[in-house]
């Protein structure tokens, strides 16, 4: 499925992006996103949802880092 239909970006590129750009830097912004993929954000009706996916990669370390602890 395409999350960003003006650059052709669909869920799993941005998924991969995050995941990567998550292990390198240890975090990931929305225009981090853009600039790996050599595009810019143009309608931006895409944003809440790059937004939330990174949300989502940084949520997900912390839930199973505290499920092994218990």
Excluded: R, W
Excluded at 25 to 32: A, H, V
Excluded at 40 to 67: F, R, Y
């Amino acid at each position: 499925m395409f999350i960003c239909i003006c650059n052709a970006l669909s869920e799993a590129d941005i998924d991969n992006c995050i995941t990567e750009c998550i292990k390198t830097d240890g975090c990931c912004k929305p225009l981090t996103v853009y600039q790996k993929f050599e595009c810019g954000l143009q309608c931006g009706k895409c944003a809440c949802e790059v937004e939330e996916m990174i949300n989502d990669h940084h949520a997900t370390p912390a839930a199973s880092s505290s499920l092994e602890k218990a």
